[in-house]
Structures are given as C-alpha cells and as structure tokens.
C-alpha cells in the first residue's frame, strides 16, 4: 500500500490533474495512507476532537466508546480547545510562474497550499489564506465550516502569477493583521533580501506565533544545470541577459549556497522552521514537516 500511495505524492503525477481539490485530494489521501509507517502513526484517524487522558482530567471527560475501541484513554476536547489556527501565506509573484520541466513553482506551491487546506480541515482545524505578491492580494480568515474548503481552492485557482516580489513587506503587513496566536506557513521561493524576508519572519515570532517557511524552487535553480547559450529573463521586470551557462555556474552556485544558508542559519536563531523543497521533491516531505510542526503545537 505504502508504494501505491507514494505515487500519488509525486508532483508530476498531481499536475495532471485539472481539478485542484482532487490534487489535494489525493495527496493527503495518499500521504495518510502511510502514516502507518511513520512517528505520526494513529494521527489520520485520532482526530483532533480529543486528546490523550493526563493525571488529574476529570473522568467525566473520558471518551468511553474510543477507549472501548482502542483500549486507550482519551479527553473529549470542545473546539475553542482544539481549534488550531492556520495561516497558508502563498506567493503569488511573476517569478513562482517558472518551470524547467513539467510542474511550475506556482502549481507546486498551488498544490501544497491545497493539501495543507485540507489536511487541516480533515483534522478539524480552522484554516485561511493569504495571497500576495509585492501586497497583498486577498485574505480569506480561518474557518473550518463548510464551504471553506472551496473557497480556499477557489482563490487558489483564480489568482495567477504576476508583479514583483516584496516578501518582507508582505509579511510584515500580515503580521500587523494577524492578532491571535496561531500557525503560519510560508510558501514561497522567497527571491528577495534574505534581510527583508527574515525581519518580516521575526515579526510573526515576536507576536508569538509558530511559523514554517517552505522555501519552493526549480530543479534548475538549485543545480544550475544548463549547458548551452541561454537567455535568461527576470519573470518580474523582463530584463534579459544572454550569456553562457557553464562560465557563471560556480559564482552562481555560491551565491544561491550563500542565500540558503543565510535563510536557514538566520530561520533556526528564530526558531523558524525552514525547509528547502524543490519541484521533483514528492509533496509527503512538505506534509511531514507540517505535521512534526503541529504535533508540537498540542
């Protein structure tokens, strides 16, 4: 079963879906599908209505019928004790519309916002989004009702790659909006000041929230792997430059080495959950994170 359902957790295989709810569909589907085999095991099915008995819970609190099931004891929680807020922050600027090969860092990010919306409202869990480019570009707040689900999908769909990118300010605006504690998830290929970016990071920390950063980037952009004459344009401000691959790659290299590694060092002093995905990587990885971040939550 694990190997079946680990193909429904490759990007290539999800972006031939149209439908962007059977993405997420299938990916959560299929990553739940091998939770059995994980530290997480008994999470897709111990639901967030309940929570493991502690000394001195009152008994009348106990969940008889799941200990009669599981032959473990459990607290019946009420929502206001359950109900985790989620933020999904997605870029939606000109450069996440750029593919090397079949899937674009925007369907990427696209897919994964999906599936982290409804990972959450599968666990009962308020969820909203936030779009934005150099501003922002819409807010849906957190719910868990009906419907939430389809309008997240919705906005998802509809927004389109476009502007420059202003991360840090976008940031920094939604930390200002932002006032109940809760998850924030960054999704983005954070091509701008590392500075910036981290400032607007720290801000969300200061006002106690827990943040994970998915930083998405091409294949390409990572190794560089290109061979003859290229042209390469900026997806945001259309300048161009031609010239040969193989004479900038190692001043390339060390500078995207060198940007990482300032985001990385710079998100674990804030204790910033940071993760470097690219497009091939199969989207369990990004949802193992995810869930490591919210299982310290409870």
Known sequence: MANQSYKFLDPQTVSRLDSLELRAKMVVEGFISGLHKSPFHGF?????????YMPGDPLKLVDWKHYAKS?????????????????LLLDLSGSMAYTSDVISKRDYAGSLAASLAYLNLKQRDAVGLVTFDSK???????????????????????????NDTDVGSALHLMAERIKRRGLIVVISDMLDDPEKIISGLRHFRHNRHEVIVFHIVDPREQDFAFRDEAIFKDMETGEEITTLPWQIKKSYSEAFKNFTDTLALQCRQSRIDYHLIDTSTPFDSALYSFLGKRARLY
């Open 136 to 162: 922002i570009r819409s807010y849906i707040p957190p719910g868990s009702r009906a419907g939430q689900l389809n309008q997240i999908l919705a906005e998802i769909q509809e927004q389109k790659p476009a």
């Open 44 to 52: 897709s099915v111990e639901f967030a209505d309940r929570r493991q």
């Open 71 to 87: 032959d473990r004891y459990f607290i019946k929680q009420y929502e206001e004790e359950t109900n985790l807020k989620s933020y």
